[in-house]
């Protein structure tokens, strides 16, 4: 594992925790916030701020290995992790994330103001490397955030409904990569039989009481077809909202993918009209071009899009 370990180190990760199967990633997005900039799409979507939004993962180990993943694949199997508890990782989280921002304190362009807000992170967006739904923990880690006043954004490919079922993040995202068994597999590689857990989870995600989001990633030329079949798809979940981004040529994905299936945000729109067409009662809300994506909302939704973090 200290090979693994390095190898992440060199990629930006930071691993915490006593037994290392946790990491955090200070995003693009986080260190424009930290010299002023604008914040990421999360900030337009939902009111998420960058300089207080800590990005991590309970576990470095996937099931799949997409396509257009820009991570790195971890060859490790669940019998070579002992697991933290909640409380452990969340203390080990907290002072890895101020660790982090220490090295922001000596620099010039570094906004004072929000060095002192990053200081007091409001948000958890767990969603960073591998699939946070095999950590055994989930249930008690996210609700022991909430319990600490964070809003939580939880995001899952959809393996494994049966944790679905117990999460309780402030919003929760599944990950739809295809319309179709083939083209999920051919796409995501998982090292089973998915589908139908991903289908189950569809069904899960709409009984759900939290916030709920379908995002797509779509890439040219593999699975920017059948939008129609999308909506089906997405019709199970009866999600708040969809988020419809672009495939972005970046990371490990250039080992796999060209540039040019990364499309534009012109044909993201684009795809995602043909969606919200086939699709009763959502509407295209707001949109992030420099992002390439696409928010579209239920037309009924009730609650307040932005959140107050």
């Known amino acids: 594992m200290d090979d693994w370990i390095r190898r992440l180190e060199l990629q930006g990760y930071h691993l915490f925790g006593e037994h290392q199967h946790s990491a955090t990633k200070p995003c693009l997005w986080l260190k424009k916030a930290m010299r002023g900039g604008e914040f990421c ?53 907290l002072l890895e994330h101020r660790r982090i921002l220490s090295g922001y304190g000596g620099s010039d362009t570094t906004d004072t103001k929000r060095l002192r807000e990053a200081a007091e992170p409001k948000h958890v967006a767990i969603s960073l490397i591998g699939e946070p739904t095999i950590y ?77 989001v379908i995002r797509l990633t779509m890439i040219k030329g593999v699975n920017m ?42 044909e993201i729109r684009e795809f995602t009209g043909k969606i919200v067409d086939s699709l009763d009662g959502y509407a295209i809300e707001d949109e992030s071009e420099i992002s390439r994506v696409v928010l579209v909302m239920r037309e009924d939704f009730s609650d307040k899009r932005f959140l107050e973090v």
């Open 41 to 93: 799409y999360k900030g337009r979507f939902y009111g998420v701020a960058s300089h207080r939004c800590i990005q991590m993962t309970p576990t470095i180990l996937c099931n799949q290995a997409c396509i257009h993943c820009w991570r790195p694949f971890i060859e490790l199997s669940e019998d070579d992790i002992v697991w933290d508890t909640p409380s452990e990782l969340i203390q080990a989280l």
């Open 136 to 212: 055994p923990y989930l249930p008690a880690f996210i609700d022991e955030l909430n319990a600490l006043g964070y809003t939580t954004f939880l995001v899952t490919n959809g393996t494994n409904p049966e944790m679905l079922r117990r999460v309780r993040p402030t919003q929760a995202y599944l990950s739809l990569n295809a319309p179709n068994r083939d083209l999920y597999e051919r796409i995501c590689h998982p090292d089973d039989d998915y589908w139908e857990r991903i289908m189950e989870s569809l069904e899960t995600l709409s009984k759900l009481r939290t916030r709920k």
């Open 225 to 266: 077809v059948d939008p129609d079949v999308y909506a089906r798809l997405i019709h199970r979940a009866e999600p708040d909202f969809i988020e419809v981004k672009s495939y972005m040529h970046l990371g490990y994905s250039r080992m796999r993918l060209d540039r040019s299936n990364m499309p534009s945000h012109n």
